[in-house]
């Protein structure tokens, strides 16, 4: 006889509970890691709202096993464990299970919303390199990017077309008409974080990501070049924006919106201050944003004056 209670309900069958289990796990992480992406996310209708959870805990657990020093873990270790964590999600995918519940919650996602190993195994890749490099030129930046976040920009847009009404086709035509927005969205975004993280992924982490920006090597005008490059992607992300499904568009342009007022404060930031401390938005200033997005009103100019 089992040990195990069971106390969910005749119409509740106990892999229903799981999944539940499992998307609440990746919830739980976003919230804990990440306050603005988990306020961007409320923004977004169910189910899409779930499945991009879902993919996110993912992405936050392999961040953490690439990233957190405090982490009793060798060089050998993390390379170990980040592979063990690729091939368990790519099983996980095919299988339709796991026993580490972010893993489930996103395999279940990517089996629902056709989230493949083209989107998943650059993403793997990325992270490994995280491991083994801590300088990049412009041909390895590019690569990084791409896994680390333009096919995590994809892998939302697969959610975000996968809840909608329509044929296989009609939805594969959405996904093609609005993947070059999801990409540059998703490097903006990481982009960002890098010029904002500049002196932890130093100091904490040993790694300069951007090509000939090191320590002392980050000039007003590098900044300024380096944010055109952002505020392009924003300006072309926020085009596609208006032709996503309205079901996740609010979320997506909030989380859009914070993002371009970060670049903008850090525009206004001197590039020495820039890489000894990190640059955040205040409090009051996310929420305003937040509420814009909610209204649907146009955000602030984010670029130059």
Do not use: W
Not at 104 to 131: K, N, Q, W, Y
């Amino acid at each position: 006889m089992s040990l195990t209670t069971r106390n969910h309900t005749p119409a509740q069958s106990s892999s229903a509970i799981y999944d539940e289990v499992a998307t609440a796990s990746a919830a739980c992480v976003i919230g804990r890691y990440s306050t603005s992406f988990a306020r961007a996310a409320r923004m977004l209708a169910e189910p899409v709202r779930g499945h991009v959870r879902n993919v996110y805990g993912l992405v936050r657990l392999a961040d953490e096993v690439v990233d957190a020093p405090s982490l009793p873990l060798s060089h050998a270790d993390r390379a170990e464990i980040l592979d063990e964590l690729r091939a368990e999600t790519l099983r996980a995918t095919e299988r339709g299970f796991s026993t580490n519940l972010v893993v489930h919650a996103f395999a279940r996602t990517a089996r629902e919303c056709g989230i493949g190993a083209d989107l998943v195994d650059p993403f793997f890749a990325s992270m490994r390199t995280d491991l083994d490099r801590t300088t990049h030129d412009d041909a390895s930046f590019a690569t990084y990017v791409h896994g680390s976040a333009e096919v995590v920009g994809l892998m939302c847009l697969r959610i975000f077309v996968a809840c909608e009404p329509g044929t296989a086709a009609e939805r594969e035509a959405r996904y093609d008409a609005s993947a070059e927005g999801a990409r540059r969205l998703g490097a903006a975004f990481q982009k960002v974080n890098f010029l904002r993280d500049l002196a932890a992924d130093r100091d904490d982490l040993g790694r300069s990501y951007f090509p000939a920006v090191g320590t002392g090597h980050l000039t007003d005008a590098r900044r300024d070049a380096l944010l055109d490059d952002v505020d392009a992607d924003l300006a072309a992300a926020a085009l596609a924006i208006e032709d996503l499904p309205a079901s996740c568009r609010r979320g997506v342009r909030a989380a859009h919106d914070l993002f371009a007022a970060l670049s903008r404060r850090l525009r206004a930031t001197p590039a020495a201050t820039i890489e000894v401390r990190r640059v955040r938005v205040p409090g009051p200033v996310k929420a305003l944003v937040l509420a814009r997005s909610l209204l649907g009103r146009t955000p602030v100019r984010v670029g130059r004056s």
